[in-house]
């Protein structure tokens, strides 16, 4: 970025002046024609002699210089010179001029065109002094004085040093001119940035509302959720400014709910459970209690709940009985209203079982428990309400049977796996989900919803599971022998056979017997399963997954901190999204829009997803352009091992 300007005017009306200091610098300027005779005349005189080539200065500056003898001639020239962009660097210029200005109004002239150019005023002992320039021009570091006549040495010198510093001022300029350029360019780079960081906080704050909304909310009929259920309850018990001193716990069931679904289909029950919802929050609007919500923009909502399926809870701020008889009444009631849906009347009936909260240390669980008991009386009527009283009694004989039979049903060969296809998007099998199923010799196929739930209350949960993992690796190893050898199998495990201090080698040496390489092991992480203790879960993960087995988690959306866990799991972990996201994602824009968003965040963890619930084409062709894997009677339903090796082998 050098920039050298040697140029230099010199504005004086006698003409001996110029020829005296283009002389006095004729050594860096070259040999110019308008001076050369003076230049030799003077040498005669003084017997100066040429130079010879080797006496010559070493140092060569050549200086381009210009003439003027009126002041006003040369404020055009220094005016034409900026114009043409070739601006002077040095003026040498005399105080008087006659019959014109004097060179300080020159000079004051000059800088309202140029005020970098350098000005080197030249005058006699009878001129101004110092102090009256000074006066009128200013303190200026580009000014300087000098007398006549002219100390050869002191006029190279400020000529040399003059022009330079113009040189270097100009460069600095430039320097700065640049910096300024480059300053703005980076402060406009930067708020696009901002603007872009700005906009994509926004969006994320959509996202983790939506989060947090699926978290908190049932996604159908917009419902608190069982998610939800223990930690607002608890709420009423513990905390302020919500703390209930007693309530009543409404456990509510639609009657024969299935009967809808199976003659109005799906659709029609779904939207009997949106009017069914709605009803239930207009007859409880005075009578519900209100729980914190970090959702909505009032801070807190109405206690009412939908667990799943066609039940309902409620927690009522009313404990009389007669008084609650009363709302439980008037709640039925309103219910067995008949529903017009899509041109059809829909009749339902439905079923409360109550239990009273009075300050006790109740746990939350029992109060539903007592609750569910309570229902379970009224369901023997229909239509009904009772309450749960604890001189009931009511026994769970058949539990303790099933808990029994359950101990002796793996030494009776009555636990077999179930095999249910997962596919890609372009409908490729890659893999199995392994279902449990007890063949019990008197009720038949039972499927893991009747007997799980009982064996999770002991220990009986840590051999079943046990069991469920090798039977899973015996029968990939025979998929495998049959020519499918890419196929990996995802077995489910609980929260219980999680944490169990032998879980990690039962895993080990169940594959290490199978003779399967570990990869080809998914471990899936039920809904249920808790992240409270994130250090011990990460820990399991890990060593597991260094081992080479891979997890797929289903508690996703079970609470904040889960977010928090699953952006410290490996990145080969999988994210399984059941039925409830993918439901009407063929029908409900809002509920497709949320699962593309659920699909992106987790997409940013750099995680897979699976989907689970796939029924229609509808809903396979709305997940085409992605990439995840699928799973869902769409496919195939689970299957005994000899059926789904021929449905392999028959490319089914």
Not at 108 to 127: F, L, Q
Not at 205 to 212: R, Y
Not at 281 to 296: I, K, N, Q, W
Not at 438 to 462: C, M, N, T, V
């Amino acid at each position: 970025m050098e920039i050298e300007n040697k140029r230099i005017l010199i504005a004086d009306d006698n003409k001996d002046i110029h020829d005296d200091i283009k002389y006095i610098l004729e050594t860096s300027s070259g040999y110019m024609e308008d001076y050369q005779e003076t230049k030799l005349l003077k040498e005669e005189l003084f017997g100066e002699s040429r130079q010879s080539p080797a006496n010559k200065a070493v140092i060569d500056i050549k200086y381009d210089i210009d003439d003027a003898y009126q002041g006003n001639e040369a404020i055009e020239m220094v005016s034409r010179a900026r114009e043409a962009g070739e601006p002077y660097s040095l003026i040498f210029m005399d105080v008087r001029m006659p019959p014109g200005m004097d060179g300080i109004e020159t000079i004051e002239k000059i800088w309202e065109i140029d005020r970098d150019v350098g000005v080197v005023i030249c005058t006699a002992y009878s001129d101004y002094s110092w102090d009256q320039i000074i006066s009128k021009l200013g303190h200026k570091d580009n000014l300087l004085f000098i007398r006549k006549p002219f100390d050869n040495v002191s006029l190279k010198q400020i000529a040399l040093a003059m022009t330079t510093k113009w040189s270097l001022k100009m460069q600095v300029k430039k320097h700065i001119g640049t910096l300024e350029q480059e300053v703005d360019k980076r402060t406009m780079e930067l708020k696009l940035t901002v603007e872009k960081l700005r906009d994509e906080i926004v969006l994320r704050e959509e996202k983790e509302k939506l989060l947090a909304y699926s978290a908190h909310y049932d996604s159908l009929t917009e419902l608190l959720n069982r998610r939800s259920f223990s930690d607002s309850v608890k709420s009423l018990i513990d905390e302020e400014p919500s703390r209930c001193r007693s309530f009543s716990l409404f456990y509510l069931d639609l009657d024969d709910f299935k009967s809808v679904n199976d003659i109005y289909g799906h659709d029609i029950g779904d939207q009997l459970l949106i009017k069914v919802s709605e009803r239930i929050g207009r007859m409880l609007d005075e009578h519900a209690c209100y729980v914190p919500d970090y959702v909505s923009e009032h801070g807190k909502v109405k206690a009412i709940f939908r667990l799943g399926g066609d039940e309902f809870t409620a927690v009522v701020n009313e404990t009389d009985r007669r008084a609650v008889g009363k709302i439980a009444q008037s709640l039925i009631d309103s219910i067995s209203e008949p529903y017009i849906i899509s041109g059809h009347e829909v009749d339902v009936s439905c079923c409360i079982g109550i239990s009273i909260y009075k300050g006790k240390d109740t746990p939350i669980n029992t109060l539903l428990k007592y609750a569910d008991i309570a229902l379970y009386e009224a369901k023997k009527v229909h239509s009904t309400y009772r309450f749960h009283e604890l001189s009931e009694s009511y026994s769970y004989i058949n539990e303790k049977r099933i808990e029994r039979e359950l101990k002796k049903a793996i030494a009776r060969n009555q636990i077999d796996v179930y095999m249910q296809s997962l596919v890609n998007t372009r409908d490729e099998v890659i893999g199995m989900q392994s279902l449990i199923r007890w063949l019990h010799p008197e009720y038949g196929e039972l499927e893991p919803g009747r007997f799980l739930h009982i064996a999770q209350k002991s220990d009986q949960i840590i051999v079943l599971g046990a069991y469920v993992i090798r039977k899973s690796l015996e029968y990939l190893k025979r998929i495998h022998e049959s020519g499918h050898d890419k196929l990996f199998v995802m077995v489910s495990c609980t929260s219980r056979e999680f944490y169990h201090p032998g879980f990690v080698d039962s895993i080990k040496s169940a594959v290490n017997e199978a003779g399967i390489a570990p990869s080809y092991l998914k471990l899936n992480l039920e809904d249920k399963f808790t992240f409270q203790t994130t250090p011990g879960a990460l820990a399991i993960i890990r060593e597991l997954n260094e081992f080479g087995v891979q997890f797929a988690l289903n508690g996703f959306d079970s609470d904040y901190p889960a977010f928090v866990f699953l952006q410290q799991v490996p990145k080969d972990t999988m994210i399984k999204l059941n039925r409830a996201y993918v439901k009407n994602i063929a029908t409900d824009t809002k509920n497709q829009k949320f699962l593309m968003a659920l699909m992106d965040i987790i997409e940013t963890w750099e995680l897979d997803v699976i989907i689970s619930g796939i029924e229609t084409q509808e809903q396979k062709s709305i997940l085409d352009s992605r990439e995840c894997i699928l799973q869902g009677y769409h496919f195939n339903t689970p299957k005994p091992i000899d059926q789904y090796l021929k449905d392999l082998a028959a490319g089914e």
